[in-house]
Each structure stands twice: as structure tokens, then as C-alpha cells.
């Protein structure tokens, strides 16, 4: 889930950048996913790599948000991209969900 969002988030993050910084966002990128995917596994515990992964969910949703306020002038685009957020928002809330249903049936 990481490494999958970590390319949005790069993405995102490094958006209308010059080269220099989209190199050292990507370098810093690897470098915070790394620590803290090698801390998941030596110490066996979720809550880092739950909080990393949430935080990166939240600045993806927000500066999506100030991209499309920049970007997309016509107000018919803009409700329509609003609810493809907000219907990917909804797929990754109930996929949390059910993956967390079936964890807990699999214990």
C-alpha cells in the first residue's frame, strides 16, 4: 500500500516543480518509506506504517484539492472531478473496512 501510494504522493507533491526538487521529494520520499518500512518489520507493529500511509492519504486529498482549484476553471469540471474524490475517498473507506473484517476473521 506504500509503495503504491507513494507514487501519487510523489506525483502530487512534485506537481509544476523544477527538477531539482522533484529529485530531492523523490529522494526524501524513499528515504522516509524505507525507515519506516524497515521499522514495520523489525519491530512487527502496524501503527507507524497505518499513520504513514494516513498521512500521505491526506496531503494526496489536499493538495488534489488546491490543484484542482488552480487548474480546473469551469464549475461543471470541478463537481465532476469533486465526486471522482469523493467516490475514490469512499472505494478506499470501505476497502479498509472489509480488510479489516477479514483480518479479524482470519485471527
Do not use: W
Request: with cysteine.
Amino acid at each position: 500500500m506504500l509503495l503504491a501510494t507513494a507514487f501519487v504522493f510523489c506525483r502530487i507533491a512534485t506537481f509544476d516543480q523544477p527538477p531539482a526538487v522533484r529529485r530531492n521529494i523523490g529522494f526524501g520520499l524513499i528515504a522516509l518509506l524505507l525507515s519506516v518500512s524497515v521499522y514495520h518489520c523489525m519491530k512487527d507493529e502496524e501503527l507507524v506504517h497505518a499513520l504513514t500511509f494516513a498521512a500521505m492519504l491526506v496531503y494526496i486529498g489536499y493538495k488534489t484539492g488546491l490543484v484542482v482549484k488552480a487548474r480546473i476553471k469551469k464549475r461543471e469540471d470541478k463537481r465532476r472531478v469533486y465526486a471522482l474524490m469523493r467516490f475514490g475517498a469512499g472505494k478506499l473507506h470501505r476497502s479498509e473496512a472489509f480488510l479489516e473484517r477479514a483480518s479479524r476473521v482470519q485471527e
